[in-house]
């Protein structure tokens, strides 16, 4: 009978305790879905809501006087469609061929029979800690004749050093009974790659995508260092840095009193904050509508190309 009692009273503790677990795992995943979402949801009510009225603060999460003059704003300059364009032209290539030439790269260092793998895989994980510089690269840049070319955006960063470590591992994780077999069918390297490599990598590959993806799309600097004379080869990127540079030189003299004095005079004026606002919806949208489609991926090729074997 003291057993019973006491096989009675543990599922009874172990029923309370995970209903108590339950209750407060909730909670959290709620509270932590609140602070990543407030942000954003706050930055999108502002840039829904008229800039002067935005500098009075207290918007949260639903603007106070709607307009769609922000927008207008931002998407009436004539450069911003040509680099919306050469911004999506740039981010598919770029994760197409960085992809691609890191994943044959991962296969090659990953074969036990590759006589170099040892140097070379040494060689590339050396520039993850030392690096030429800013003007060793632009030099570098300036002497292949990639300056003022599109290809400045896709060929530095064919391959990720970073990424090919992540999809050497998964590939090492691969069954090699499946090389060998294919081997002895007459299969080659390639043929081993195309086949069997890249369809059971999805996973890893398509984590590695949404890395390169976000790295190509939010890309602006190396505009500003290689093509910064070339306005048809300007990205989305940089055209919001530059419109929200313009926007604080043109407030720059001004305070929130003097606009709130001209507010009825000026109901569709812009400001650094609501412009900041509006870029940040602009540059994170594309990306965000992207991710879903990646998300079943994401999990399980990070996990097990961070874990060989």
């Given at each position: ?8 009273a543990t599922?009874?503790y ?6 108590l ?7 959290f995943?709620?509270?932590l ?13 502002v ?5 002067s009225?935005?500098?009075r ?7 106070r006087e709607?307009?769609?003059a922000n927008?207008?704003h931002?998407?009436g300059?004539?450069s911003?469609?040509n ?6 032209l ?7 061929t960085?992809?691609?030439?890191t ?6 260092i990953s074969?036990?029979?590759?006589v170099l793998?040892k140097?070379?895989?040494i ?16 030099i ?9 070319s ?12 970073f990424n090919?470590?992540v999809i050497?591992s998964?590939?090492e ?7 060998e ?10 043929t ?6 890249l ?8 984590t ?13 600097f ?11 080869l ?10 929200l540079q313009?926007?604080n030189a043109s407030?720059?003299?001004k ?5 709130f004095?001209?507010a009825n005079a000026?109901?569709n004026?812009v ?8 870029m ?6 594309p990306i965000?509508?992207?991710?879903p ?9 990070l996990?097990?190309?961070?874990v060989?074997g």
């Amino acid at each position: 009978m003291a057993q019973k009692r006491f096989f009675k009273a543990t599922r009874h503790y172990s029923g309370v305790g995970d209903y108590l677990f339950d209750i407060f795992n909730y909670t959290f995943l709620v509270l932590l879905c609140v602070v990543m979402l407030y942000p954003f949801l706050n930055q999108l009510a502002v840039s829904l809501n008229e800039a002067s009225d935005s500098l009075r603060g207290g918007i949260y999460l639903w603007p106070r006087e709607f307009t769609w003059a922000n927008y207008e704003h931002v998407f009436g300059e004539a450069s911003i469609v040509n680099s919306f364009f050469i911004s999506v032209l740039r981010t598919i290539i770029g994760t197409l061929t960085s992809v691609l030439g890191t994943a044959m790269v991962a296969y090659t260092i990953s074969r036990k029979d590759f006589v170099l793998k040892k140097f070379v895989t040494i060689a590339f994980v050396l520039t993850m800690y030392f690096n030429g510089g800013l003007i060793p690269n632009y030099i570098l840049v300036k002497e292949l004749n990639l300056l003022d070319s599109f290809w400045v955006y896709i060929i530095p960063g064919i391959i990720g050093v970073f990424n090919l470590i992540v999809i050497r591992s998964f590939i090492e994780g691969i069954p090699e009974s499946l090389f060998e077999s294919a081997k002895i069918d007459g299969a080659g390297d390639f043929t081993i790659f195309i086949k069997i490599v890249l369809p059971l990598s999805l996973p890893v590959l398509a984590t590695v995508s949404l890395f390169v993806a976000v790295y190509q799309w939010n890309s602006w600097f190396d505009v500003f260092l290689y093509n910064s004379s070339s306005a048809n080869l300007s990205t989305l990127q940089y055209e919001l840095m530059k419109i929200l540079q313009n926007s604080n030189a043109s407030m720059s003299g001004k305070t929130a009193a003097d606009a709130f004095a001209n507010a009825n005079a000026s109901a569709n004026m812009v400001s650094p904050t609501s412009i900041r606002a509006t870029m940040t919806i602009v540059a994170s949208l594309p990306i965000i509508m992207v991710y879903p489609f990646l998300q079943k991926y994401f999990v399980k090729g990070l996990t097990l190309g961070g874990v060989k074997g």
